[in-house]
């Protein structure tokens, strides 16, 4: 039987969840191959060798993320980011437009709860800036979404088991959306507080919608819902970037209307999952270096 | 010292500088030699991520030029690129980066002198300002 | 000597556990949160509040419901919103769900492999009891499904917002849910029931510590509660010694930063004593649940336990109890007609102000605290979560246990699989409590 294992990271273990949800499935999953290292079903603890696939979920954000890392590309045959974190860096990624040593202080030692501060040193690892795990190792596949979709997660198993290279959607979740596309340019910014108008597409209300830069496989859910794309399942195929993609779609739609589009305090809408994998990370990186 | 060349991307327009930049070959003005010009269609083409990745890969200086208002090809291109430049600006500060290393200048189709001295003026913008702080370095 | 314990036991992520021992005595127990920490807190500056919900249900892949429950909450504290009533009860069934599923998930998978099939984990649960399995797995999908309806996605639900939802229910969707609903909860009775019957076979309560604190946890009207109520906390007599508002509950926690645990401890600001949160905390501080099933269980477990109890192992039969005590209320509000109507939206106009949020997440008591400008963006964040409150309890009965084993002569890594059961016992968001306790003795130079 093939030997997989989960092994995780920095996350939140919602990807590990989502694997979990395939529910009855999974019961026959686990007579088909050997789990052998899931840390919240299976018992074993060291990541052992021979893996014919393991699946990251989590991406990183200290020293011991690495290590992990690297022992586990060294023990696998494939190697598959699985999730957001993984793939892009996240949310957590948005962490990387602060100074990391102000973060920590102020999460150590300022919160209005905490007495006696301290930035924790002691037999616990080094913080390290967000990253997707494709900038330490080679990565073989990715799965992305917060989290990704349940049966997205095992086809590309059963694909992967059998010697394939899974499909992956190569639309985008503007497509997927019933809503759009959009039939005129919007006349000014919304926010999620306000209610919007049903059966219209979201950015031509002016919210700031992720769908037409994001990649397809979730059917436009959020929007279906009422709630603006957020970009969870990151880039789609030919937005290599995507907040610089989305501003220049923005910019064009409606810079008549709207002026006040901005990188900078619209990161959490543009980069919400992708900062740690964008170019703008790239130059922050370069510049921290010359710095130094 | 070796004098610093400042490497400049400049993408031209090609309803109004492109065609200009084309002609400086056979009438004798030239334009500074350290220009690279990357054609477009229009301004407008030119996106966010294109002026990122010059930075990213090296480059000192970018520059854009579009047709002068109400004369763009494709009626609103050039206005566009400049509220891309605008936002672009203010980003390069926050990565630390001068944001007068990007500008845009809207031109005719028939100023050849005004081109160029638009590149001369930015070449020795640039050169003074130094080479980009993020060339060839990776964190 | 130097014994370090690593169950990758996680708290949002790794924990190890660092034992100091000498001359046959420990003398220190150090509990590291080696988790990777994300800082939301110092990151969700900057950021419009509402976009803080969908942020926020990041922090936690299992309770991400309550973490968009208490963001809303705040957001709603500091604009002054009272949202619809249908919105409330939409909301209180997205939690119900959240429970479910992560109750369901915490006993099938981490509670029952390590008493039926120790050392085998879910993979030895499916080969050896897989009609058990998949009872389990219809519960915890049901827990999925009304999150799915409800929230618009199964796992960090989109539909909550300012003022409400931001959809209604259907009617077919209400019926599907209810049919099923019926059927989970005969399900449910019968698993409940084995487990019960599991703990007194095997006299699982014996292998507990036992640990006087104090408890805190949300009580409306003497009622189990896990929505909206004021705070209450109880001392290790059973009294209740006080009770508060959320907003006020800077003056009451406080929490010390550690250096070797990048997860902060929390205490009460009157006697600096520690203090337990979750489902142990939520059976002793509250009456009753107020629905049938659950009431008579809870009566039959207290006849095991007494009130207050301070068995670490009652935590799990409290799971138990509470499970059906979710079930039943999420029955409860799909049959209430009010649950279909199509007002579930208040208007919300931004405006600058402080806001806490309290909800009772399925670990514990879970808050979160934002100062936002005029234009509703958000200043600053303070957040205490559920799984840390237990901490300090938890490294306290380590060192208990440890010193107990070790000076009846038990083999250190007979004392670590102890250890990591009394970890389990507190489901430790996104526990992996079953990972058998790996023992790394350190010599005195490291």
Redesign the interface.
């Known amino acids: 039987m093939k030997k997989i294992a989960i092994i ?11 694997f ?2 395939i ?2 499935e ?2 026959q999953l ?2 088909q191959v050997n ?1 052998a290292h ?9 990541i052992p060798y021979d893996i014919d696939i393991a699946l990251i979920e ?1 991406g990183v ?2 020293t ?2 690495i290590e992990l890392l690297k022992e586990a590309r060294s023990k696998a045959k494939i190697l598959v980011a699985m999730g957001s974190c993984a793939c892009f860096g ?3 990624g ?2 990387n ?2 100074d990391l040593t ?3 202080n ?4 300022e ?15 080094t ?1 390290i ?2 990253a997707p795990i494709s900038r330490y190792v080679k990565v073989d596949f990715q799965i992305p979404g ?2 990704p979709e ?1 049966k997205e997660i095992k086809d590309a198993l059963v694909s992967l088991l059998k010697g394939e290279i899974p499909s992956q959607p190569t639309k985008t979740v503007c497509d997927e959306c019933k809503l759009g596309p959009p039939k005129k340019k919007p006349k000014r910014l919304r ?5 919007p108008e049903p059966n219209t597409c979201l950015l031509e209300q002016g919210y700031f919608c992720m769908g037409s830069v994001t990649r397809a496989g979730c059917g436009a ?2 929007p ?4 603006p794309c ?1 970009g ?1 399942r990151g880039p789609a195929p030919k937005a ?2 995507q907040g ?2 989305i ?2 779609a923005l ?2 739609l409606a ?1 008549e209307n709207i ?1 006040e ?4 305090r619209h990161s ?2 543009f980069y ?1 999952y992708s900062f740690a994998s964008s ?2 990370e ?9 710095k130094k | 010292m070796k004098e610093f060349k400042p490497t400049i991307i400049a993408f031209l327009c090609r309803w109004s500088a492109y065609g200009v930049a084309d002609v400086a070959g056979i009438s004798k003005t030239s334009y500074p030699s350290n220009i690279r010009i990357i054609k477009v269609p229009c301004s407008g083409r030119v996106s966010p991520l294109h002026i990122l990745q010059a930075f990213n890969n090296g480059a000192d200086g970018v520059l854009i030029f579009g047709c002068l208002e109400g004369g763009c090809h494709y009626i609103d291109g050039n206005l566009r690129a400049i509220h891309r430049v605008k936002q672009l600006k203010e980003m390069l500060n926050i990565m630390g980066l001068n944001s007068d290393r990007l500008e845009m200048y809207l031109v005719g189709s028939c100023n050849l002198n005004k081109l160029v001295n638009y590149m001369k003026e930015f070449t020795e913008r640039i050169r003074k300002l130094g080479p980009n702080p993020l060339k060839l370095k990776e964190g | 000597m130097m014994v370090r314990i690593e169950p990758v036991t996680r708290i949002e992520g790794h924990m190890a556990i660092t034992l100091v021992i000498e001359k046959n005595k420990v003398r220190n127990v150090q509990v590291n949160i080696i988790e990777p920490p994300r800082l939301f807190e110092k990151f969700m500056e900057g950021k419009p509040v509402e976009e803080a919900i969908r942020i926020a249900e990041r922090i936690c892949g299992i309770c991400y419901v309550a973490h968009g429950l208490a963001s809303v909450k705040a957001l709603e504290n500091a604009w002054d919103i009272s949202p619809p009533e249908t919105a409330i009860k939409l909301r209180r069934l997205l939690h119900a769900g959240g429970y479910i599923h992560s109750h369901m998930l915490h006993l099938a998978f981490l509670a029952l492999p390590d008493i039926l099939c120790p050392g085998e984990g879910v993979v030895g649960l499916a080969k050896k009891y897989p009609q058990l399995c998949k009872k389990a797995i219809f519960i915890r999908k049901f827990g999925q499904e009304v999150t799915e309806v409800i929230g618009g996605r199964p796992i960090h639900p989109s539909s909550i917002v300012p003022g409400g939802m931001s959809k209604p229910l259907s009617a077919e969707a209400r019926e599907f849910l209810l049919k099923k609903g019926k059927e989970v909860l005969k399900t449910a009775i019968e698993l409940v029931d084995f487990i019960f019957d599991l703990y007194e076979k095997y006299e699982l309560l014996n292998v507990y510590p036992e640990d006087p604190t104090y408890y805190m946890g949300l009580v409306r009207n003497s009622f189990h509660e896990t929505y909206d109520a004021k705070l209450h906390i109880m001392n290790p007599e059973g009294e209740i010694v006080d009770v508060f508002d959320g907003s006020r509950y800077v003056d009451c926690i406080a929490e010390d930063a550690l250096p070797y645990s990048f997860v902060k401890h929390p205490y009460l600001r009157i006697n600096g004593e520690k203090y337990r949160v979750g489902t142990l905390a939520r059976i002793n501080l509250a009456e009753k649940f107020g629905t049938p099933i659950a009431d008579k269980y809870l009566a039959k477990l207290r006849s095991i336990i007494g009130r207050p109890s301070h068995n670490v192992g009652a935590y799990n039969l409290a799971r138990a109890v509470e499970l059906i005590a979710s079930i039943e209320k999420a029955l409860e509000l799909l049959e209430d007609n009010q649950i279909l109507s199509k007002d579930i939206r208040a208007q919300v106009k931004p405006k600058a102000g402080v806001g806490v949020g309290v909800v009772e997440a399925p670990r514990g008591v879970l808050i979160h605290h934002y100062e936002v400008d005029d234009e509703g963006v958000i200043k600053r964040v303070n957040l205490i979560v559920a799984t840390q409150q237990n901490i300090p309890s938890l490294e306290k009965e380590l060192f208990q246990v440890a010193n107990n084993l070790l000076s009846k002569g038990v083999e250190l890594s007979r004392i670590g699989q102890k250890l990591e059961t009394i970890v389990r016992a507190y489901d430790p968001c996104i526990s992996c409590a079953t990972h058998l306790v790996k023992l790394k003795i350190m010599n005195d130079k490291e």
């Open positions: 995780s990271l920095m996350s939140d273990g919602g990807c590990h969840i989502a979990l949800d529910h009855e999974l019961l686990l007579n789990l899931s840390y919240m079903t299976v018992d074993r603890k060291d989590g954000r200290t011991h993320d996240g949310i957590p948005l962490s437009l602060y102000l973060s920590l102020y999460v150590y030692r919160t209005p709860t905490t007495i006696k501060g301290v930035i924790p040193h002691e037999n616990v690892p913080v800036r967000v917060c989290p349940s926010r999620i507080y306000e209610p859910k959020c279906h819902a009422g709630i957020d969870c290599l970037d610089a993609s501003l220049n910019i064009t810079y002026k589009f901005s990188l900078k959490a809408y919400r170019i703008i790239d130059l922050i990186r370069k510049r921290l270096v010359e």
